[in-house]
């Protein structure tokens, strides 16, 4: 079975700081990684999606992931966060042989003008 | 144009009650999705349904079901509505064929069970 785990449950920045939310999985195979974001009262949208080539994954709002498959992990990545990145992050994983994803339990971060 | 559209986006309502939440995508996806998100924000699956197949997750209680009348509509009954069943309910769509291809989601139906 797969899992997909997020250590950082809660994450509080002050603007300009830099983020890494980590995100780790567990599957032998072929995986597929995403990032989605949720901001306040909406739904969830994708930031970025890994599934093959260059493991590093450049997504909208100035967002990048790493796929580093010898540690089963998929960190997401911003140099310089903004107010308006306060928000809920999932990461998710699909597999070749599932398109239903399995996510985490989502990062809440706040982020301090 | 909204790609997936959910109705109500409130739902305010009495334990024991039965109601019914009302998903369409215009998308031409596949695959059509009910998640559950519950007050710490943690995100289940529900049920996955194409023409084909539905998947539950087996965790559901029966008392929830979807009905898809069309390939573009997934609606989801919840009979003898419980106060635990108070969260945020998602629908979402995607196409399949490749499990690359991400979901997308609706903007969600808050129910509140009294």
């Known amino acids: 079975a797969q899992s997909v785990s997020q250590h950082n449950h809660h994450v509080i920045l002050s603007e300009a700081a830099s983020l890494e939310l980590g995100c780790n999985y567990s599957?032998?195979?072929?995986?597929?990684l995403f990032w989605y974001v949720q901001y306040p009262g909406q739904h969830l949208q994708l930031l970025l999606k890994?599934?093959?080539?260059?493991?590093l994954v450049k997504g909208i709002k100035g967002f990048e992931a790493e796929f580093i498959k010898s540690k089963f992990s998929f960190n997401l990545r911003k140099p310089s966060v903004q107010w308006s990145d306060t928000a809920e992050y999932f990461c998710?994983?699909?597999?070749?042989?599932?398109?239903?994803?399995?996510f985490g339990r989502g990062t809440s971060l706040i982020v301090h003008p | 144009d909204t790609a997936v559209s959910q109705t109500p986006k409130y739902l305010v309502t009495q334990m024991g009650n039965d109601k019914s939440i009302k998903c369409e995508q215009n998308?031409?996806?596949?695959?059509m999705y009910w998640y559950k998100q519950d007050s710490k924000k943690f995100l289940k699956i529900m049920f996955s349904?194409?023409?084909?197949?539905?998947?539950i997750n087996e965790t559901v209680p029966n008392r929830f079901s979807p009905k898809s009348p069309d390939k573009a509509h997934l609606n989801l009954h919840i009979n003898s509505l419980e106060l635990g069943d108070s969260a945020v309910y998602f629908c979402a769509s995607s196409q399949t064929g490749n499990s690359y291809n991400e979901q997308f989601f609706g903007p969600g139906t808050r129910l509140t069970v009294l």
């Open positions: 998308l031409g996806h596949d695959t």
């Open positions: 349904y194409n023409n084909k197949e539905l998947i």
């Open positions: 998710a994983l699909t597999s070749g042989g599932s398109y239903i994803p399995t």
């Open positions: 890994y599934f093959s080539g260059d493991p």
């Open positions: 599957y032998g195979g072929t995986v597929n």
